[in-house]
Nanobody, 123 residues
C-alpha cells in the first residue's frame, strides 16, 4: 500500500513561520496531485493548497500570499512553507495524495491521507 508521513508541525508565535513536509512511500506507479488540508476543532476539514504533478498550484483565499506549496517528484515529497502565521491557522494539517498504483488503460487514482500534524499559532 501507500503511506504518507507528515512532519514539521509545532507551536509558533503569531507572525512566525513553519515548514511542513510529507513523504510518500510504498508501492505505486506515480503520484498525481498532492495537497495539504487542515481541520480546526469543531470545523470541517478544508483545502489549504494543492499542487499537480506538473507543479500547477492552487491556494485557499485565506492563505494566499502567506503559504507556498511545492513538491519534489523524485523524492515523492510535498512541502508547505507557512509564513506570517495567524492564530486562525491553528489546526491539524493533513497531507493528501492521489496515487496511481498499477498500469491500466484508464488509470485509477487512489486517494490517501497522512496521519496529520498539529500546528498551533499562539503567543
Amino acid at each position: 500500500q501507500v503511506q504518507l508521513v507528515e512532519s514539521g508541525g509545532g507551536l509558533v508565535q503569531p507572525g512566525g513561520s513553519l515548514r511542513l513536509s510529507c513523504a510518500a512511500s510504498g508501492s505505486f506507479i506515480r503520484i498525481n496531485a498532492m495537497g495539504w488540508y487542515r481541520q480546526a476543532p469543531g470545523k470541517q476539514r478544508e483545502l489549504v493548497a494543492d499542487i499537480t504533478s506538473g507543479a500547477t498550484t492552487n491556494y485557499a483565499d485565506s492563505v494566499k500570499g502567506r503559504f507556498t506549496i511545492s513538491r519534489d517528484n523524485a523524492k515523492n515529497r510535498v512541502y508547505l512553507q507557512m509564513n506570517s502565521l495567524k492564530p486562525e491557522d491553528t489546526a491539524v494539517y493533513y497531507c493528501n495524495a492521489g496515487v496511481i498504483r498499477e498500469y491500466s488503460v484508464v488509470p485509477r487514482i487512489y486517494n490517501y491521507w497522512g496521519q496529520g500534524t498539529q500546528v498551533t499559532v499562539s503567543s
